[in-house]
């Protein structure tokens, strides 16, 4: 039997046969088969068991599990073993464990515990990635790698200062430079040589907080880039390398993370309580964003985790809609982590679809329902992508700035990004969220939350697509910062000012929610206002002004609207309440004319899918408990129950329907 194609809808799990007697295998196939699976992750942790001494490989049981698996028709992902450097290997170089902010080696016994410059790990790797490479690189059964898992460790070790302070003199060149950038003869921060720059611990310079982020980045870079490199060598070209990151993480900057990979993919997982829809769209567009294209949900909870303080299982069905919201917004495939709960390890109680005993749970029979639907709409959305005509703007570096300088602790970088984009997702209207380094050609509409950090080309970009005709917003605390985390010696938005119309006479941080009076809405600033000046009085009107507050805010101008080339741009100075924010993003919208994807009930989502042929493909989801009637602009086909000619969509609790149109 072939295995399925990297293509098409998977459903899967993550599979550690290494934790089980052989003659187990079978018994776990034949029910992977019947839950509709079709493929498995396996191997990311298998370090000890495929080199249990220096390079002494046991391949066969990996080379025998994917062949039983291919047999029944399931095709294998592998992951790189790094994040679970084994005990002989710690043993025998013990400065390749990180050194953690305390100054203390971590210890052996959790993973991640290495530190990502260390050349004896980088050997190591190589030996264990290549020889990986080499043995299962041309198996057809093998659809993608995964390299590593959940990048997570910060390293504060004499080599990564050293490494940070060369990387620091290959950047700046010079010390007069560096000390420039980053204001040092403030609080006598002048360096006179480049072994005197410490590793930020706790705060910091922020010129030396931001770049040792960017170092941070660029360790965890090379480090991936060896593994593909060696996995290139033998992996042809049609099957993918990712990194399964960690949807907000801040650790890194994602986009250049993603640059060396084919695909990103994610692990999503609610914790505690429920999931929340018009939040983790955000991340599913945000893991989108990272390529521009497709993703892979490559872990998802089956039902509850084990690692918070409340573990609960998520209700009946409710996963089911998690799988069809992710797709939705472009995953091509779900997995959940894992398949069958270890009898030993840190992870005894977390969810799985098969217990300890053996036996499927009752979440199993959900899994089960979901892989019988993904089949039959598998082929409709093969190649299909989400398709809109709004970008959201991310920069880590931008957030990082924001979130060591909150200024009022409530200030949060994703906080704020998540309230420009719920008011869009509860009207269905699709988002990327994208670097803010990426072109903008095609959308409409175009929204910046706290972009503090601009620079000339960003400037630059942002500017041609207000000329030609895009709707910008721009936020509190845009346009504050250059490239180094230094104040601009200019009012915010800084280089924006021109295209904007307002500049920001000074910026407050509110003890309570200050009124907000706007020509069509009327609410209250919370943690944050700016007030707001008019430079081009021609082309700028005042669209909200504050109340009566501080006295400094009183009767000042807290959002306007400039009128620039074809286009327009926004500066929101006010961090509106929900339902005012409701107001303003809706207007703005239409104003763009930037249609919802379909018009429905709150609690009822919808996104679409667009295939190479140009053929619109709709998922409404029911995210509520309780039945839901949608009233179709048009008749449709709905393919999971295959009814034709519909005008309506009667959703139950959890519900999907996958629609396309008839006319
Ligand atoms: C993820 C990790 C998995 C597993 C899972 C449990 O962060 O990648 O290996 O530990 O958490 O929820």
């Not at 290495?114 to 299962?136: G, K, M, W």
């Not at 206002?529 to 101008?557: C, F, M, P």
């Amino acid at each position: 039997m072939s295995v399925p194609k990297a293509n098409q809808l998977h459903i899967g799990a993550s599979y550690y046969p290494e934790h089980w007697p052989e003659s187990r295998w079978a018994e776990d196939i034949r029910l992977m088969r019947e839950a509709g699976m079709t493929v498995m992750r396996m191997a990311e942790f298998a370090w000890s068991t495929l080199e249990p001494s220096e390079g002494e490989f046991c391949f066969n049981w990996l080379d025998r599990a994917i062949d039983a698996l291919a047999t029944e028709g399931i095709a294998s992902v592998l992951g790189t073993p790094t994040a679970g450097p084994p005990a002989w290997l710690v043993e025998k170089y013990p400065d390749l464990l990180a050194v953690g902010e305390d100054g203390r080696r971590v210890q052996f016994g959790n993973r991640c515990h290495y530190c990502v410059n260390s050349p004896d790990l980088h050997a190591a790797t190589q030996r264990i990635v290549s020889a990986l490479a080499e043995r299962f690189g041309p198996n057809p059964h093998i659809i993608g790698w995964q390299i590593d898992n959940e990048y997570n460790r910060v390293c504060t070790c004499e080599r990564c200062q050293k490494l940070f302070q060369q990387y620091l003199n290959d950047k700046f060149g010079t010390l007069d430079q560096l000390n420039d950038a980053w204001t040092t003869p403030y609080w006598s921060q002048t360096y006179s040589a480049w072994e005197q720059i410490p590793i930020p611990i706790g705060p910091h310079n922020p010129g030396l907080m931001l770049e040792f982020k960017r170092f941070i980045t660029d360790s965890y870079c090379r480090f991936q880039k060896l593994q593909i490199d060696c996995l290139r060598s033998h992996v042809s070209p049609d099957v993918w390398i990712t990194h399964n990151f960690m949807g907000w993480y801040e650790g890194y900057d994602h986009y250049v993370m993603a640059g060396d990979l084919d695909m990103a993919s994610w692990d999503w997982y609610v914790g505690t309580g429920h999931h929340d829809y018009l939040k983790s769209g955000a991340t599913h567009d945000l893991t989108r964003g990272f390529k521009r294209r497709n993703f892979w949900l490559i872990e998802t909870q089956p039902g509850a985790v084990n690692w918070t303080q409340l573990n609960n299982m998520l209700n009946k069905g409710e996963a089911r809609v998690m799988a069809w919201h992710a797709v939705a917004h472009g995953a091509d495939a779900v997995m959940y982590w894992q398949w069958r709960s270890a009898l030993g390890g840190q992870e005894q109680y977390h969810g799985t679809l098969i217990d300890q005993s053996g036996q499927p749970r009752p979440f199993f029979e959900e899994v089960k329902h979901l892989a019988s639907d993904f089949e039959k709409v598998s082929s409709l959305l093969a190649g299909s992508e989400p398709q809109s005509q709004v970008a959201m703007l991310n920069s880590y570096d931008s957030r990082w700035s924001v979130n060591w300088q909150r200024h009022h602790g409530d200030f949060d970088y994703v906080a704020n990004f998540v309230h420009y984009y719920q008011p869009l997702a509860a009207c269905n209207i699709g988002v990327d969220i994208i670097s803010a380094d990426a072109p903008l050609t095609g959308y409409k509409l175009v929204v910046a939350p706290a972009l503090v950090l601009i620079d000339e080309t960003q400037a630059d970009l942002l500017t041609r697509f207000v000329e030609r005709g895009g709707h910008l917003v721009l936020t509190q605390r845009c346009g504050m910062k250059d490239t180094y985390n230094r104040l601009l010696p200019l009012r915010q938005p800084g280089l924006l000012a021109d295209i904007a119309g307002v500049e920001v006479e000074d910026y407050y941080a509110l003890v309570d929610p200050i009124p907000v009076q706007g020509n069509w809405f009327s609410g209250e600033s919370r943690v944050w206002a700016e007030r707001l000046k008019i430079l081009d009085a021609v082309h700028t009107s005042a669209i909200a002004r504050y109340g009566s507050a501080n006295g400094w805010l009183d009767s000042q101008i807290a959002v306007a609207v400039h009128a620039y080339g074809k286009g327009l741009v926004y500066y929101v100075g006010a961090y509106l309440n929900e339902e005012a924010q409701q107001a303003l993003m809706d207007r703005i919208v239409k104003t763009a004319v930037v249609r919802p994807i379909l018009e429905t009930p709150q609690g009822v989502e919808a996104q679409r899918r667009v295939t190479p042929d140009g053929l619109h493909v709709w998922l409404v989801m029911n995210h509520e408990r309780s039945e839901q009637t949608i009233a179709l602009p048009w008749l449709a086909h709905e393919h999971l129950t295959d009814q034709d000619g519909i005008s309506n969509v009667d959703l139950g609790p959890y519900d999907v329907a996958v629609l396309t149109r008839v006319q």
